[in-house]
DNA sequence: CATGAATGAGGTTTCATTCAT
DNA sequence: TATGAATGAAACCTCATTCAT
């Protein structure tokens, strides 16, 4: 599934973007990142990016543009495992418990933060200040999977893996533990460097809950 | 416990405000956990609050003076729980097992971030960018209460409650849990409400999970 | 008729206006006039009005909102002697014939034109551009006195003094004569220095057609 | 007359340009002409005439020049009509009294304003912004018209139909007089649309006053 | 204490123009 | 010849902050 992920980055970062546009993205996401939206200058990120200001423009009409340039293809490549067709099929034979399948997705999601650690920060960051970030959320993650996960719930609940209650209940819950977790783990702990007194180093550790 | 975080809101919120102060603080909150610190300008927080722009400054010499009033008092009523004398014993006594001292933790906790979610909104989104927020973060969660919580631990471990990792991995793993969770399901969801087809209202449930 | 013109100028000009304010409204309709609106730069105004850039900003919230202060004023006090109460009256009066009226008209339209030229140069060449501007003209000249000048017009097509054809036409034919003389007199012609070989000066000649 | 007009025409229009600087200068005359020459700028031109930035500049070194070759050929072709030789003569036996020679300049002059509408709307809102265009027109119609129209004054003034003045009061009278009701009647009222209550269209009238 | 006019640095964006392709 | 990416100066405008009243 890791390679689908890759399939995707190619085909959306890699699309015709010159090479001063990569490196405008490249500052861009930096910039964001570390100092958030607002706080970031595009004075700053051209000079950063190596560009004249008016660069960044030519290629993306405002400042606004330039996050949702950043930000809208790692939504796209979040949601890209969950659409492979016939979904429901693959993971009943592939997962017997949900158990298998909630680990399953916790370690698949992880890596996919890890890699694209900065520019989730930043959706993570930036999408309660701005509704077109929510709307395109909406978009991927409302309307393209959450149906699918209702099926997925009701399925387990048939086999009496997942108590009857409300299917939203299910992912409500189920989405606040686990994306909980890995933002409070991978995105707001980091930070917080203090606390690492014994062992520094952020192991690539493959065990599930470390 | 609550009316412990009561005493404390007066202490720190009701002393010595004039009335033009408060609205300032009001109308500040309800901007920054809105737009954010950095997408809010003064004069809007002045003209919303109904005094001059340079009243503000009369009272908090910076813009992040503001921030920091705003934000420092919800770290204090955050730690506030876990300052009692004697934790350890206190604790002891009220909770023969882990999960119900964290059953309890996560309760009271959660009913905190409820009463105070615009400001610990702002705490959540503004840290990241403010060395000066993590340092206070630090001198109020990190010296104060991980000791504490160290040796709660011990605790526990010695009572076998708890397998025998490092300290700071079990404190990592519950942080991450517990508060990636009540971020989550508080701060992250609410934003989403398309995602509430069927029951709208949310009812002041008491379970722990809903 | 003259004074009238005066009080509305007090009023309109001198009302609750900041030293630095006056500054930037004759530096803005110097710059104007010389080189339009749009070939003008805010930092040029300030410049020359000796203020900072900022300060033209904290009165008129735009440019173009500072256009409008220095246009609309000058709107008004050229509708200014047309509003007289019971104007027809007045006119019969005075005016056996409408060769008087027109006289007298364009007398006294000429003499507001020349004390306001820089203004009312800036509002001929702009109008053009501006909606907004049009509207306003709109509501000074169309709404207002269109109708007082319509019933003028059948006045005195009633004593035979105007050929028996629509209303608008003679307001039509009559405005063109007079204001295109008047604009091609006062604001094209003085450009031409090049055609005053012998008197230079503008002598201000009080016959009524020189 | 009129085909006097269609010969220069050809000469400075179709003179050598290519289709897509026929494409430029049809754009920059639109756009001119609708938001005045500062408002305008070169890529709109540009895109609106469906050609790349830079083949603006490949034929017209500068903005200020594309200008120029849109404005300079009109006042070429204004001029045409006075520069027939021996311009006395002809206009001696065509006609006897002044008053048909104007007549039949107002007449010719109004035609070619109407044909050439756009562009001699920029040329009248631009020339009091440039220098050059100043010059240009200086040139054109200073010294070229203005000696020979001087001599027809002289002309008529022998024959008694003008009074004794000087030439250059009789050509300033005139020209506010009869350019004047020109440029408001065809360039300034037909921007009052909301004048026109009872008929809308505007019939080619042929009347010498409409 | 409170005000709000004033500031000037800095923000985002536009623009005429150049130049390698 | 035509292109359009790149430029950097300058445009308009915002903002945190100061200070005389």
Redesign the pocket.
Same mark, same amino acid.
């Given at each position: 599934m890791t390679d689908h992920d890759f399939k995707i980055d190619e085909l959306v970062d890699g699309e015709e973007l010159?090479? #001063?546009?990569k490196k405008i993205i490249i500052s861009a996401i930096e910039s964001f990142a570390e100092k958030g939206y607002s706080a970031? &200058? *595009? &004075?700053?990120i051209a000079k950063k990016a190596g560009?004249?200001?008016? *660069?960044i423009?030519?290629?993306y009409? *405002? #400042? #606004?543009d330039l996050l949702l340039a950043i930000v809208a293809p790692v939504m796209a490549k979040f949601v890209a495992p969950f659409i492979i067709k016939d979904l429901k099929k693959v993971l009943d034979q592939d997962y017997e418990h949900v158990e298998d399948f909630l680990k399953a997705m916790l370690e698949n999601r992880r890596e996919f933060l890890i890699k694209n650690l900065p520019t989730v920060k930043i959706l993570v960051q930036e999408i309660p200040f701005h509704p077109e970030l929510k709307e395109l959320f909406k978009e991927h993650i409302g309307l393209r999977i959450y149906e699918r996960l209702e099926k997925l719930v009701e399925h387990y609940q048939e086999k009496g893996q997942i108590i009857e209650i409300p299917a939203y209940s299910v992912f409500r819950m189920t989405f606040s533990a686990i994306f909980g977790y890995l933002i409070a783990r991978y995105m707001i702990l980091p930070e917080a460097e203090w606390m690492m007194r014994q062992r520094q180093s952020g192991q690539s550790s493959s065990s599930c809950m470390d």
């Open positions: 010159t090479d #001063k546009q970031t &200058s *595009t &004075s700053e560009v004249a200001e008016g *660069t423009f030519r290629h009409k *405002t #400042k #606004k």
